[in-house]
């Protein structure tokens, strides 16, 4: 049976919990411009893929 597919995007509170942080925090990277988003309407959601980015030790890259 093939694995689960794998989410795309998150919330901001999704986000904040699948990292273990606080949506203040959450809130900060994205304004320092650590964390990019895209807006979908009124949603505003965060790449699996930047989360991925962003806690990965330095000098590696994102699977």
Do not use: N
């Amino acid at each position: 049976m093939p694995d689960s597919p794998q989410q795309l995007s998150y919330t901001i509170d999704q986000a904040a919990s699948t990292i273990g942080i606080g949506r203040t925090t959450l809130y900060r990277l994205i304004s320092e411009g650590r964390l990019p988003t895209v807006k979908l309407g009124r949603r505003t959601l965060i790449r699996h893929v930047d989360l991925v980015r962003l806690i990965a030790p330095d000098g590696q890259k994102a699977a």
